[in-house]
């Protein structure tokens, strides 16, 4: 019995140091760098848990303005003290004259740090290169002057660009070949998120030293600095934006108090994006609390701007004609109209805005083909593949933005409805477009019908400014309307603004001559009681400029505002004025 005991003992015994033997094997030999559901690197742990670190660029690639600006971070020259020094004896003098501070100042700073510090903490005192050339020239261990990587706090665009967040389980999903960096960033929204693949980080720079179990230098005071050895990496993603327009388009979306909605700024030559304001802004701390939409991007209710497209339908299809007369003095459903115009032909009619003009030529477009309507907003670059999308090494149909779908109708039967093809006709009802859209069906007309898909990325760059790959200017499928109809659109737009009856003669006074069209859309929504007083509006207005020679098309949109505010007219003239200024510096 006894022996049978010491033999079950020997089992347990050889059982339980096989399975300690198979764990050591585990976490020293098999997982070292992927251990656990949440691959955890325990490599990087052991060395975080021995070490101080003062991290200098995270490693993740960055987004660049047109001209090569940074957008999503800022260089700085600064100092860099290692906590060490509190123990030693070095000549903190020398160095804070060179910085023309106390010397004192450095030293009750050391004195509270824990790990390596920034002198000057989150307003670090920025170095000039004689000043970094110096105190490097001292050779004093644990005294670094270097260049430091910056989060902008206030990214420019920062919808577009979007967000990154940390989500270990999200990136070994999309990255399962990747091992190291499990806390690495990864984009989550925007185009941070498009680009992610070509932004992650393959490794950190920074300086190291290792410290014992009381945070005393374990190998004396010698500290590290790593770097990523390749130095084409990490890539950089250059957009279309010019931050300097992007700037005074913001100052403008700010001026006006802008709540909800933004401003679009095309490029027609290039067919790219140069500015894009969504409000409310996003909060750097809590991005999803409300600011991370890009109104730009989204399917709106779009009012009678929409009425460029049935007319574009009408004339195409040799419906409509400038002899042709409409009963505006009265509205959709035969009731006197509000504004009462007369009998006005089509120019006169979109100049005016008149309701029963576009009304009466969208019930005679679906009676004729009831997709006609879809089919033009296409045409004109308003829906469909509007954004930049096209193969890119291994993806195919790589899509640079994520823009809603928009619609005209959402049931079959609708078309079959005149009172609801009525509402449709003037850009109501279930109508829903982007201000991409708009600014793109802008730009098409500006160009005689010319339809191309809209770029916010130009080129994927190496570190040293080479192009890894480039987005060529691409046309968008499918027909267009003809360049006597684009002709004939750019007339009747431009009369919005310099006809005597036009709706916005206000911008007549702008820096540029404007083409363009308003919306008034109505939202159903209300603020208190739902009176017509408390109504809310979407207020828009799309056009493009100089008339004579089209160089940008714009959108403005001012959502969720009563009748009696929020007006869109002094938005538009401000920014045009503003980009007019900053093109005649």
């Given at each position: 019995m006894k022996r049978k005991?010491?033999?079950?003992?020997?089992?347990?015994?050889?059982?339980?140091?096989?399975?300690?033997?198979?764990?050591?094997?585990?976490?020293?030999?098999?997982?070292?760098?992927?251990?656990?559901?949440?691959?955890?690197?325990?490599l990087e742990e052991s060395v975080s848990q021995r070490t101080q670190q003062l991290v200098i660029d995270e490693g993740r690639g960055e987004f660049l303005d047109r001209n090569g600006e940074p957008l999503t971070y800022a260089e700085k020259?600064?100092?860099?003290?290692?906590?060490?020094?509190?123990?030693m004896d070095w000549p903190a003098e020398k160095v804070a004259d060179i910085l023309h501070v106390p010397p004192q100042t450095i030293l009750s700073k050391?004195?509270?740090?824990?790990?390596?510090?920034?002198?000057?903490?989150?307003?670090?005192?920025?170095?000039?290169?004689?000043?970094?050339?110096?105190?490097?020239?001292?050779?004093?261990?644990?005294?670094?002057?270097?260049?430091?990587?910056?989060?902008?706090?206030?990214?420019p665009a920062s919808q577009l660009i979007g967000v990154t967040g940390e989500n270990t389980e999200v990136f070994h999903k999309r990255y399962p070949d990747k091992v190291k960096g499990a806390n690495q960033k990864i984009g989550v929204s925007g185009l941070q998120e498009s680009f992610d693949e070509w932004l992650v980080a393959e490794e950190e720079a920074k300086l190291i030293y290792h410290v014992d179990a009381i945070g005393g230098?374990?190998?004396?005071?010698?500290?590290?600095?790593?770097?990523?050895?390749?130095p084409f990496y990490p890539l950089n993603v250059k957009t279309t934006i010019d931050a300097r327009m992007q700037?005074?388009?913001e100052e403008v979306a700010d001026t006006y108090n802008i709540q909800k909605g933004g401003l679009l700024l095309l490029d027609i030559e290039k067919s790219e994006i140069v500015a894009s304001v969504s409000r409310?802004?996003?909060?750097?701390?809590?991005?999803?609390?409300g600011g991370a939409t890009n109104y730009m991007l989204k399917a709106l209710i779009p009012g009678s701007v929409f009425k460029t497209v049935v007319a574009a339908a009408a004339m195409d299809e040799g419906m409509v004609d400038e002899s042709r007369l409409f009963a505006c003095d009265e509205g959709i459903r035969g009731a006197p109209a509000e504004k009462p115009h007369g009998n006005i032909n089509i120019k006169t009619s979109l100049a005016v805005s008149c309701n029963r003009t576009f009304a009466d030529l969208a019930n005679e477009l679906t009676e004729k083909d009831d997709h006609l309507l879809d089919e033009y907003a296409e045409k004109v670059g308003l829906l469909g593949d509007i954004a930049w999308k096209g193969n890119v090494f291994h993806y195919e149909s790589f899509p640079q933005l994520q823009v809603s779908a928009g619609r005209i109708f959402t049931s079959e039967t609708d078309r079959e409805d005149p009172n609801l093809v009525s509402l449709t006709g003037i850009g109501?009802?279930?109508?829903?477009?982007?201000?991409?859209?708009m600014a793109n069906m802008m730009a098409t007309i500006a160009r005689g019908g010319e339809k191309y898909q809209v770029s916010a990325v130009s080129a994927v760059e190496y570190q040293n400014g080479t192009k890894m790959f480039s987005f060529p200017k691409q046309e968008a499928k499918g027909e267009t309307i003809t360049p006597y109809t684009a002709m004939k659109l750019q007339q009747y737009l431009r009369g919005v603004v310099n006809s005597p009856e036009g709706t916005a003669p206000y911008l007549q006074t702008a820096a540029y001559t404007i083409a363009g069209k308003t919306g008034t859309a109505q939202t159903g929504n209300y603020r208190g009681e739902e009176t017509k007083e408390n109504e809310l509006y979407n207020k828009w207005f799309a056009g493009y400029f100089p008339f004579e020679n089209p160089k940008y098309s714009l959108v403005a949109v001012n959502m969720d505002v009563k009748i009696n505010e929020g007006g869109i007219y002094p938005i538009f003239k401000d920014s045009v004025d503003a980009i007019y200024n900053l093109e005649n510096d």
């Open positions: 005991r010491i033999r079950l003992l020997s089992i347990f015994l050889l059982l339980a140091l096989f399975a300690l033997a198979g764990r050591l094997m585990q976490l020293q030999l098999f997982q070292t760098e992927s251990y656990s559901k949440h691959q955890i690197n325990l020259n600064v100092l860099v003290l290692f906590p060490f020094l509190k123990k050391l004195a509270e740090a824990k790990g390596p510090i920034i002198f000057g903490g989150k307003e670090p005192l920025q170095l000039t290169e004689s000043q970094m050339s110096d105190i490097n020239g001292l050779e004093i261990q644990g005294v670094f002057a270097l260049t430091k990587k910056f989060k902008s706090t206030q990214v230098p374990l190998f004396g005071v010698d500290v590290k600095y790593l770097a990523p050895a390749n700037k005074a388009l409310p802004s996003m909060k750097s701390r809590d991005p999803f609390s109501q009802k279930e109508v829903r477009v982007t201000p991409l859209g």
